[in-house]
Protein backbone atom coordinates (compact mmCIF):
# COMPACT_ATOMS: atom_id res chain seq x y z
CA UNK A 1 0.00 0.00 0.00
CA UNK A 2 1.30 3.20 -0.78
CA UNK A 3 1.68 5.43 2.45
CA UNK A 4 2.43 8.73 0.86
CA UNK A 5 1.30 9.92 -2.17
CA UNK A 6 1.07 12.73 -5.25
CA UNK A 7 -0.33 13.37 -8.49
CA UNK A 8 0.61 13.79 -11.06
CA UNK A 9 4.39 12.57 -10.66
CA UNK A 10 5.87 14.68 -14.06
CA UNK A 11 3.95 17.88 -14.97
CA UNK A 12 4.73 20.32 -17.95
CA UNK A 13 3.59 23.95 -18.33
CA UNK A 14 3.65 26.78 -19.79
CA UNK A 15 4.72 30.13 -17.71
CA UNK A 16 2.24 32.19 -16.21
CA UNK A 17 -0.49 29.07 -16.24
CA UNK A 18 -1.76 27.70 -12.79
CA UNK A 19 -1.21 24.34 -11.72
CA UNK A 20 -2.36 22.13 -8.83
CA UNK A 21 -0.13 19.51 -6.91
CA UNK A 22 -2.32 16.68 -5.25
CA UNK A 23 -0.88 14.68 -1.84
CA UNK A 24 -2.28 11.98 -0.15
CA UNK A 25 -1.20 10.17 3.30
CA UNK A 26 -2.93 7.09 4.47
CA UNK A 27 -0.56 6.85 7.37
CA UNK A 28 -3.31 8.83 10.13
CA UNK A 29 -0.45 11.32 10.51
CA UNK A 30 -1.18 14.67 11.65
CA UNK A 31 1.64 16.27 10.15
CA UNK A 32 2.32 17.19 6.50
CA UNK A 33 5.11 18.94 4.50
CA UNK A 34 5.77 20.19 1.09
CA UNK A 35 9.60 20.19 0.10
CA UNK A 36 11.35 21.57 -3.14
CA UNK A 37 14.55 20.11 -4.35
CA UNK A 38 16.31 22.36 -7.39
CA UNK A 39 18.51 21.39 -10.03
CA UNK A 40 21.25 20.84 -7.48
CA UNK A 41 19.74 18.02 -5.18
CA UNK A 42 19.04 20.54 -2.39
CA UNK A 43 16.08 20.07 -0.32
CA UNK A 44 14.05 22.94 1.40
CA UNK A 45 10.85 22.74 3.28
CA UNK A 46 8.67 25.37 1.33
CA UNK A 47 5.28 24.89 3.82
CA UNK A 48 4.29 22.43 6.90
CA UNK A 49 0.61 22.01 8.18
CA UNK A 50 -0.41 20.21 11.80
CA UNK A 51 -4.26 19.26 11.21
CA UNK A 52 -4.76 21.23 8.71
CA UNK A 53 -3.14 24.38 10.24
CA UNK A 54 -0.81 25.87 8.82
CA UNK A 55 3.01 25.99 10.72
CA UNK A 56 5.51 26.74 8.46
CA UNK A 57 5.77 29.36 5.08
CA UNK A 58 9.53 29.54 4.70
CA UNK A 59 9.58 32.81 2.95
CA UNK A 60 7.34 31.15 -0.20
CA UNK A 61 6.13 33.53 -2.72
CA UNK A 62 2.85 33.92 -2.12
CA UNK A 63 1.76 32.70 -6.15
CA UNK A 64 2.16 29.36 -3.50
CA UNK A 65 -0.95 28.31 -1.77
CA UNK A 66 -1.38 25.02 0.00
CA UNK A 67 -4.50 23.47 0.80
CA UNK A 68 -5.35 21.49 3.32
CA UNK A 69 -8.97 19.48 3.19
CA UNK A 70 -8.70 17.60 5.75
CA UNK A 71 -5.48 15.59 7.57
CA UNK A 72 -5.24 13.18 5.10
CA UNK A 73 -4.24 15.74 2.38
CA UNK A 74 -2.32 18.59 1.34
CA UNK A 75 -1.90 20.17 -1.99
CA UNK A 76 -0.35 22.62 -3.25
CA UNK A 77 -1.72 24.97 -5.91
CA UNK A 78 0.65 27.57 -8.10
CA UNK A 79 -0.44 30.56 -9.45
CA UNK A 80 1.58 32.21 -12.67
CA UNK A 81 3.87 30.10 -13.20
CA UNK A 82 7.79 31.16 -13.43
CA UNK A 83 10.78 28.96 -14.99
CA UNK A 84 12.36 29.32 -11.67
CA UNK A 85 9.72 27.15 -10.01
CA UNK A 86 11.38 23.75 -12.10
CA UNK A 87 11.86 21.84 -9.54
CA UNK A 88 10.88 18.48 -7.99
CA UNK A 89 8.36 18.89 -5.40
CA UNK A 90 7.82 16.44 -2.60
CA UNK A 91 5.29 15.93 0.00
CA UNK A 92 5.76 14.43 3.38
CA UNK A 93 4.25 13.31 6.20
CA UNK A 94 4.83 12.67 10.32
CA UNK A 95 2.89 11.29 12.70
CA UNK A 96 3.01 14.73 14.88
CA UNK A 97 5.10 17.98 14.87
CA UNK A 98 7.42 16.30 16.90
CA UNK A 99 10.56 16.89 16.10
CA UNK A 100 11.61 13.41 16.63
CA UNK A 101 9.16 12.09 14.21
CA UNK A 102 10.24 10.14 11.13
CA UNK A 103 9.25 11.51 8.30
CA UNK A 104 8.00 9.88 5.04
CA UNK A 105 8.20 11.34 1.20
CA UNK A 106 6.04 10.60 -1.25
CA UNK A 107 7.66 10.09 -4.87
CA UNK A 108 7.94 13.61 -5.81
CA UNK A 109 6.13 15.81 -8.52
CA UNK A 110 8.93 16.92 -11.36
CA UNK A 111 7.75 20.40 -12.42
CA UNK A 112 8.86 21.55 -15.98
CA UNK A 113 8.05 25.34 -16.75
CA UNK A 114 8.68 26.24 -20.48
CA UNK B 1 24.20 31.15 9.52
CA UNK B 2 22.67 28.02 9.91
CA UNK B 3 24.46 25.47 7.34
CA UNK B 4 24.69 21.64 6.97
CA UNK B 5 27.82 21.01 4.89
CA UNK B 6 28.78 17.12 3.46
CA UNK B 7 31.34 15.81 2.39
CA UNK B 8 32.44 14.23 -0.20
CA UNK B 9 29.97 15.46 -2.77
CA UNK B 10 29.83 12.35 -4.62
CA UNK B 11 32.02 8.99 -3.80
CA UNK B 12 32.58 5.73 -5.77
CA UNK B 13 33.17 2.03 -4.32
CA UNK B 14 33.74 -1.02 -5.51
CA UNK B 15 30.87 -3.18 -4.17
CA UNK B 16 31.57 -4.99 -0.70
CA UNK B 17 33.92 -2.12 0.70
CA UNK B 18 33.01 0.08 3.13
CA UNK B 19 32.96 3.89 3.06
CA UNK B 20 32.31 6.62 5.45
CA UNK B 21 30.00 9.92 4.54
CA UNK B 22 30.93 13.31 6.35
CA UNK B 23 28.50 15.85 7.66
CA UNK B 24 29.29 18.79 9.14
CA UNK B 25 26.84 21.35 10.68
CA UNK B 26 26.91 25.09 12.02
CA UNK B 27 23.46 24.68 13.70
CA UNK B 28 22.74 25.65 17.15
CA UNK B 29 21.23 25.38 19.26
CA UNK B 30 20.39 21.64 17.23
CA UNK B 31 18.09 19.13 18.82
CA UNK B 32 18.24 16.31 16.55
CA UNK B 33 20.08 15.05 13.34
CA UNK B 34 18.98 12.71 10.99
CA UNK B 35 20.41 10.99 7.67
CA UNK B 36 18.39 10.08 4.64
CA UNK B 37 18.76 7.97 1.44
CA UNK B 38 17.44 9.17 -1.70
CA UNK B 39 17.51 6.93 -4.88
CA UNK B 40 17.41 8.35 -8.18
CA UNK B 41 14.26 9.20 -8.49
CA UNK B 42 12.55 8.96 -5.71
CA UNK B 43 11.34 10.40 -2.14
CA UNK B 44 14.37 10.55 0.52
CA UNK B 45 13.91 7.62 3.15
CA UNK B 46 14.48 8.24 6.84
CA UNK B 47 17.70 6.09 7.79
CA UNK B 48 18.56 7.08 11.22
CA UNK B 49 17.56 9.90 13.51
CA UNK B 50 19.91 11.32 16.66
CA UNK B 51 19.04 13.44 19.38
CA UNK B 52 21.75 15.59 20.51
CA UNK B 53 22.81 13.27 23.13
CA UNK B 54 23.11 10.30 21.27
CA UNK B 55 26.30 9.37 19.91
CA UNK B 56 25.67 6.53 17.32
CA UNK B 57 22.82 4.85 16.03
CA UNK B 58 22.78 1.58 13.56
CA UNK B 59 19.98 0.30 11.10
CA UNK B 60 21.51 -2.78 9.62
CA UNK B 61 24.63 -1.96 7.41
CA UNK B 62 24.20 1.94 8.24
CA UNK B 63 25.85 3.10 11.56
CA UNK B 64 25.79 7.32 12.39
CA UNK B 65 27.78 8.77 14.58
CA UNK B 66 27.54 12.08 16.19
CA UNK B 67 29.59 14.48 17.89
CA UNK B 68 27.61 17.11 19.05
CA UNK B 69 31.11 18.94 20.79
CA UNK B 70 32.41 19.06 17.20
CA UNK B 71 29.46 19.63 15.29
CA UNK B 72 30.25 16.37 13.18
CA UNK B 73 27.98 13.29 12.27
CA UNK B 74 29.53 10.62 9.72
CA UNK B 75 27.51 7.56 8.21
CA UNK B 76 29.22 4.63 7.52
CA UNK B 77 28.36 1.84 5.37
CA UNK B 78 29.30 -1.54 5.61
CA UNK B 79 29.57 -4.13 3.33
CA UNK B 80 28.44 -1.39 0.67
CA UNK B 81 25.99 -3.30 -2.46
CA UNK B 82 24.85 -2.01 -5.55
CA UNK B 83 21.49 -1.07 -3.87
CA UNK B 84 23.43 1.25 -1.87
CA UNK B 85 24.07 3.25 -4.70
CA UNK B 86 22.01 6.70 -4.24
CA UNK B 87 22.08 10.19 -2.52
CA UNK B 88 22.75 10.24 1.14
CA UNK B 89 21.53 13.76 3.02
CA UNK B 90 22.27 15.27 6.11
CA UNK B 91 19.39 16.92 8.04
CA UNK B 92 19.57 19.28 11.40
CA UNK B 93 16.52 20.55 13.23
CA UNK B 94 17.15 23.76 14.86
CA UNK B 95 16.23 23.65 18.84
CA UNK B 96 12.89 25.27 19.58
CA UNK B 97 11.69 25.48 16.21
CA UNK B 98 10.28 22.92 13.46
CA UNK B 99 12.76 24.18 10.79
CA UNK B 100 14.74 21.30 9.20
CA UNK B 101 17.92 22.29 6.90
CA UNK B 102 19.41 20.17 4.71
CA UNK B 103 22.88 19.54 3.41
CA UNK B 104 23.16 19.20 -0.41
CA UNK B 105 24.34 15.66 0.19
CA UNK B 106 26.61 12.88 -1.41
CA UNK B 107 26.13 11.13 -4.21
CA UNK B 108 27.59 7.26 -3.60
CA UNK B 109 27.78 5.24 -6.49
CA UNK B 110 28.63 1.78 -5.79
CA UNK B 111 29.81 -0.76 -8.74
CA UNK B 112 30.30 -4.08 -9.51
Known amino acids: DTAVSQTPKYLVTQMGNDKSIKCEQN?????MYWYKQDSKKFLKIMFSYNNKELIINETVPNRFSPKSPDKAHLNLHINSLELGDSAVYFC?????????????FGPGTRLTVL | KNQVEQSPQSLIILEGKNCTLQ??????????LRWYKQDTGRGPVSLTI?????NTKSNGRYTATLDADTKQSSLHITASQLSDSASYICVVNLSGTYKYIFGTGTRLKVLA
Open chain 1, 27 to 31: LGHDT
Open chain 1, 92 to 104: ASSLGLGVNNEQF
Open chain 2, 50 to 54: MTFSE
Open chain 2, 23 to 32: CNYTVSPFSN
